[in-house]
Antibody, heavy 124, light 107 residues
Framework: EVQLLESGGGLVQPGGSLRLSCAAS????????MAWVRQAPGKGLEWVSG????????YYADSVRGRFTISRDNSKNTLYLQINNLRAEDTALYYC?????????????????WGQGTLVTVSS | DIQMTQSPSSLSASVGDRVTITCRAS??????LAWYQQKPGKVPNLLIY???TLQSGVPSRFSGSGSGRDFTLIISSLQPEDVATYYC?????????FGGGTKVEIK
């Protein structure tokens, strides 16, 4: 059974930093691209970042580029998101999502499994 | 960047009704379009990819169509368990983008 377990969220002041983690199990983590998708309270889904199976080719939404860094450790089956210089508008539930592997034209495409999310709240 | 616009933003329909949700891309995305269902308090669930391919385990009352800029998700006979918000997502290239969502309720 595929499981994605996010952690690392919390309450942080504007300008602060957090490191989110996503522990994966139930599939061969090292052969799938992964992504982070966030959802502000009561709002829609927003793709944040994606990374290839090898850890190269990181991609970012314009809204987070330069502040967020995605990475992965395939030896630990874990995906990370380092988030710096946090703003109030970054407040959201951050989901870890597994790429389906069914699309070949792009590194990260669409997602067949999602974690339960970890909540990031940015407030003074 | 390509923007994805869904309509309507919400709808109310009766059990058994045919429900149609549309998604329009600001530029063509071929058929690189997925649909997700998010039930209240739950995580998103993949319904359709490649604009029209049903994900394994998804009921056949769900169908998708379209290519280029215009896409449609149809629920052929609305069921109570279909109450949810539905999102389209383009994946032709980064940045990946979701539509704003369509909230479906039972009348």
């Amino acid at each position: 059974e595929v499981q994605l377990l996010e952690s690392g969220g919390g309450l942080v002041q504007p300008g602060g930093s957090l490191r989110l983690s996503c522990a994966a199990s139930g599939f061969t983590f090292s052969i799938y691209a992964m992504a982070w998708v966030r959802q502000a309270p009561g709002k829609g889904l927003e793709w944040v970042s994606g990374i290839s199976s090898s850890g190269g080719d990181p991609y970012y939404a314009d809204s987070v580029r330069g502040r967020f860094t995605i990475s992965r450790d395939n030896s630990k089956n874990t995906l990370y998101l380092q988030i710096n210089n946090l703003r109030a508008e970054d407040t959201a539930l951050y989901y870890c999502a597994k790429d389906s592997g069914l699309a070949t034209m792009t590194v990260v495409a669409f997602f067949d499994y999602w974690g339960q999310g970890t909540l990031v709240t940015v407030s003074s | 960047d390509i923007q994805m616009t869904q309509s309507p933003s919400s709808l109310s329909a009766s059990v058994g009704d045919r429900v149609t949700i549309t998604c329009r891309a600001s530029r063509g995305v071929n058929n690189y379009l997925a649909w997700y269902q998010q039930k209240p308090g739950k995580v998103p669930n993949l319904l359709i990819y490649g604009a029209s391919t049903l994900q394994s385990g998804v009921p056949s009352r769900f169908s998708g169509s379209g290519s280029g800029r215009d896409f449609t998700l149809i629920i052929s006979s609305l069921q109570p368990e279909d109450v949810a918000t539905y999102y389209c997502q383009k994946y032709d290239s980064a940045p990946l983008t979701f539509g704003g969502g369509t909230k479906v309720e039972i009348k």
